[in-house]
């Protein structure tokens, strides 16, 4: 069997109505590439990724070669699943079987949702809990309350619920830190920090785990290295010493992914399965928990978060847990009406905004967009996480007042204070 060819299909699928305007502020396209692998046997293959078509030469190292060329592959994991659903269709067994035992049937499976206002949280919970979902993980930001965001969420939510906030070291340094994580740890609902700072503080990882009973989440599981290697990896380093209690296994290639199964399992340390696309990416995300010894936090796909899936049959989803697709491959079918749908939507035509941060007191001040703000802030800019700090997006109103400082703010990369 030979991989002959490979179709690039570029699509637009839209996020769902009630969160497509803040997913685009928060700075989230909704371009998906959906790629189908042909074989000379007749048999196709699926992957995927959010965003633009790869490069071509990404795709050229996988044409004219066996799909079982690419067992415990180190390529781009959208591309390795494609061979992993051919080998599966090819012997009639599900994509698993070749990654190793099973040692579950239903994967444990969460919301996302980036950082959003108390109520827009309250709100995606009890939608997550409504879909049957039992986890969440959030992004925490600088611009909103996150001690208030977790009190909305916890009166929303059912009393079986968990919620992960992951900072992305945006509380930068213990001296911030502590204040807001010992604020968190009163909130039953609170069940993991993930990455709090930043990750290279080592020293301060431990200062805060030996304070804050909450579980910490390291980004990362990469603890396995190509041949003798002078430097062990950082999360190797963290996991002996037990400096976090949990880890994102986050788009690895499927040998990091599956070689970090062993290592966390021997250290009896949970894994957070994190691979982001549409039903296919969750089908494959469901493959690799079946086998995974510690995969046992929410695992992320957000395969929620647009209108369509792409797959014929939706998942089913259960108290928190997805059941893992028993057909040959990945199991799933992708729906080429769908794929018909969305291969030449427009991109969305959105007004100038600009973001602007209300401080406690009432103080406003203006930033070109979220991302900057989520920069800038993080940096020391401005007041981080103070108590009943919100941002909102101020849209083209028309005036003359908006045009002003919308030109002002394109001109510099820094905020504006009002009465500026």
Not at 43 to 57: A, D, S, T, Y
Not at 121 to 132: D, K, L, P, T, Y
Not at 280 to 298: D, N, R
Request: net charge negative; proline share 7%; hydrophobic share 40%.
């Amino acid at each position: 069997m030979k991989i002959t060819t490979i179709e690039v299909i570029p699509l637009r699928i839209p996020y769902e109505d009630r969160i497509r305007k803040a997913f685009y502020h928060f700075g989230m396209n909704e371009e998906v590439t959906v790629y189908k692998f042909h074989t000379d046997t007749g048999l196709v293959g699926l992957g995927e990724n959010p965003g633009p078509p790869f490069e071509q030469n990404l795709l050229d190292a996988y044409l004219g070669t066996n799909p079982f060329d690419h067992v415990m592959g180190t390529g781009r994991f959208n591309l390795d699943m494609a061979c992993y659903d051919l080998m599966g269709k090819h012997l009639g067994l599900p994509a698993w079987k070749l990654m190793g035992q099973q040692v579950r049937e239903w994967v444990s499976m969460g919301w996302w949702m980036p950082s959003m206002s108390p109520e827009d949280s309250a709100a995606e919970v009890q939608e997550a809990a409504s879909r049957g979902y039992r986890g969440l993980k959030c992004k925490a930001r600088a611009f909103y309350d996150v001690v208030e965001q977790a009190q909305a969420m916890q009166e929303a939510a059912p009393p079986d619920f968990r919620i992960e906030f992951d900072f992305n070291g945006a509380l930068v340094n213990v001296e911030r830190a502590l204040p807001i994580l010992r604020q968190l740890e009163q909130i039953p609902i609170v069940k993991g920090i993930e990455e709090p700072i930043f990750a290279y503080d080592i020293e301060g990882w431990r200062r805060l785990h030996r304070e804050i009973r909450i579980p910490f989440y390291l980004h990362g599981v990469s603890t396995i290295f190509d041949g003798p290697s002078r430097q062990p990896s950082g999360p190797w380093l963290g996991l002996r010493a037990g400096d976090f209690d949990g880890a994102l296994c986050s788009h690895e290639t499927i040998r990091n992914a599956l070689a970090a199964s062993w290592a966390f399992a021997a250290a009896n340390t949970p894994i957070l399965l994190q691979y982001v696309g549409t039903g296919i990416t969750a089908a494959f995300a469901c493959h690799l928990g079946a086998v995974m010894h510690t995969a046992t936090l929410p695992g992320v796909t957000a395969h929620h978060t647009y209108e369509d899936d792409l797959i014929v049959e939706p998942h089913q989803v259960q108290r928190g847990f997805m059941q893992v697709p028993t057909g040959p491959g990945l199991g799933v079918e992708l729906d080429e009406d769908a794929i018909e749908r969305y291969r030449d939507v427009p991109a969305p035509q959105w007004p100038r905004h600009f973001s602007v941060v209300t401080l406690p007191g009432g103080l406003e001040h203006y930033y070109r967009n979220l991302r900057q703000a989520e920069r800038l802030m993080k940096q020391g800019v401005d007041e981080a996480f103070a108590p009943g700090v919100r941002l909102t997006e101020r849209e083209d109103d028309g005036s003359d007042d908006f045009d002003r400082l919308w030109h002002r703010l394109q001109e510099r990369d820094w905020p504006l204070f009002s009465g500026q």
